[in-house]
């Protein structure tokens, strides 16, 4: 089993910054993917952006230019650099780990840590 634990979240005014970080524990199999989904009240979860356990980043039109996914392997680690933070960006902000191996993938998600941005 995997856990994930979240942190970074918080109040900043739009036009601010803030890093979200989660940290893995568990059996992280060699290609896994970790991202970041958010969701706002009302609305249904999307993703943010994810990156592989080799790169390729894949952001949302939504947040792309503004937004950085990074993640330390050795740490077991995924973080999310957030910039020119705008209202829409309110939300929940949820980890997610998928495992992938032979054919199979397996999500593993974490509690959420909100970030609320003031207009």
């Known amino acids: 089993q995997v856990q994930l634990v979240e942190s970074g979240g918080g109040l900043v005014q739009a036009g601010g910054s803030l890093r979200l970080s989660c940290a893995a524990s568990?059996?992280?199999?060699?290609?896994?993917?970790m991202g970041w989904y958010r969701q706002a009240p009302g609305k249904q979860r999307e993703l943010v952006a994810t990156i592989s356990s080799v790169g390729s980043p894949v952001y949302a039109d939504s947040v792309k230019g503004r937004f950085t996914i990074s993640r330390d392997n050795a740490k077991n680690t995924v973080y999310l650099q957030m910039s020119s933070l705008k209202a829409d960006d309110t939300a929940a902000y949820y980890c997610?780990?998928?495992?992938?191996?032979?054919?199979?993938?397996?999500?593993?998600w974490g509690q959420g840590t909100q970030v609320t941005v003031s207009s």
């Open positions: 568990g059996r992280l199999f060699g290609l896994n993917v």
């Open positions: 997610n780990v998928r495992n992938i191996v032979f054919g199979r993938r397996d999500d593993y």
